[in-house]
């Protein structure tokens, strides 16, 4: 079996058609019970039950859990833990989005180490070990694949919670293109704006070091050549392929690296009004990157330098031509660029502002950020 060679603690099997690896991949680790976190969207694809079929040939039984929502909350946690009690499942697989990778990330916490997933919430919090997890991503964005992190939502407060601990990096992850062809237009276009921005965020933050400048970089380039071609020929397996692994290593890049002001807006447009994660990152993106030129050009210019490549419209390569790429970008995805047409009202932009200023990633930000600043970015994209 061919492992990819990324300096990660999860094994990465890449290429189509190896989702059918998932049995043999898993045939030595001695679990005997797998547990299959989807969504009702996947399920009705037939995934999880090719996944149970391939698990069964090496006698594993199975079931699947598909009880979460988009921006899994802590409620689904608690009726996937119920659900896992039931089982006892000494596996756990997530097959789909970032929503069932993060979901089950969330239930390991809890069915493991018991309490409720907010007694998780920041880094290392875990004392007991955790089952073993393979994550199956079905689209290219979040990179959860390779995070220790379950972003979870408070069920009550709306707060994003990040959940992190080595205990919760999958043991496995099965990047298989094929499985990313059946997504819908839009989430493709939504998860891929995403993938973009962490290669795009994890480039400047704080917390970046050598490692993860190569792993931004590498992203990047993949990501910036396939999306167009992904958006204009959505069966073009090479490039979905391309677009799969450009989400795993901006992944990585997350994980040795951190995110920033993009995420930090983005978060509190999505639980005040629904706006879906990718398309809040697309409205805000390039306004954080003219706000972050400032003090990070020289690394907005080398994206804009690797970008041009296969971009002939960037031609000055700075902050300025890169703003622009991801504005046209967007614009080719059918995505909003303001956020006055998706419904969000000029009074309470200071609201937005309080609640962004709040969000952790805020904090790893290059140039520091505080609340009249977040409002400044709001008002620029209304």
Not at 216 to 238: G, M
Not at 244 to 257: F, V
Not at 291 to 303: C, G, I
Request: aromatic share 6%.
């Amino acid at each position: 079996m061919d492992f990819l060679n990324l300096d990660c603690p999860t094994n990465i099997l890449f290429g189509a058609q190896t989702f059918e690896q998932l049995g043999d991949a898993v045939a030595d680790w001695g679990c005997q019970r797998a547990m299959i976190v989807s969504d009702p969207g996947i399920v009705a694809l037939g995934y999880p039950d090719t996944a149970s079929q391939l698990l069964n040939t090496q006698g594993i039984e199975t079931t699947v859990y598909t009880g979460i929502h988009e921006n899994p909350s802590s409620e689904d946690v608690v009726t996937g833990v119920q659900a896992a009690q039931q089982f006892q499942p000494d596996l756990l697989i997530g097959l789909g989005g970032g929503s069932s990778m993060d979901c089950a990330k969330g239930m390991n916490f809890v069915y493991t180490n018991g309490g409720a997933i907010q007694d998780y919430w920041g880094i290392g919090k875990a004392t007991k070990e955790m089952l073993p997890m393979v994550a199956i991503p079905t689209t290219a964005g979040t990179g959860s694949e390779t995070q220790s992190f379950a972003l979870i939502s408070d069920a009550e407060t709306h707060v994003k919670m990040a959940c992190g601990d080595k205990k919760a990096t999958c043991r496995l992850a099965i990047l298989d293109p094929i499985l990313t062809v059946t997504q819908p237009a839009r989430l493709t276009a939504l998860t891929g704006i995403d993938a973009i921005a962490h290669a795009i965020e994890t480039m400047v933050t704080t917390k970046r070091n050598e490692k993860s400048l190569e792993y931004s970089q590498r992203a990047w380039k993949l990501l910036a050549k396939n999306f167009p071609l992904v958006l204009q020929d959505p069966e073009n397996l090479d490039a979905r392929g391309g677009m799969q692994l450009g989400a795993c290593l901006a992944g990585i890049a997350i994980e040795n690296s951190m995110l920033g002001a993009t995420h930090a807006l983005a978060n509190p447009l999505t639980a005040h009004y629904g706006i879906v994660h990718g398309q809040a990152i697309a409205t805000m993106l390039p306004h954080v990157i003219r706000f972050n030129a400032e003090s990070m050009e020289q690394d907005y210019s080398q994206l804009a330098s690797l970008a041009a490549e296969n971009a002939p419209s960037i031609s000055n390569h700075d902050s300025e031509q890169l703003a622009g790429f991801i504005s046209d970008l967007v614009q080719q995805a059918g995505l909003a660029l303001d956020l006055s047409s998706q419904g969000v009202e000029v009074d309470k932009l200071e609201q937005l502002a309080a609640d962004a200023d709040k969000q952790w990633t805020k904090q790893f930000n290059p140039r520091t950020v505080e609340s009249e600043d977040l409002l400044k970015l709001y008002e620029q994209a209304f």
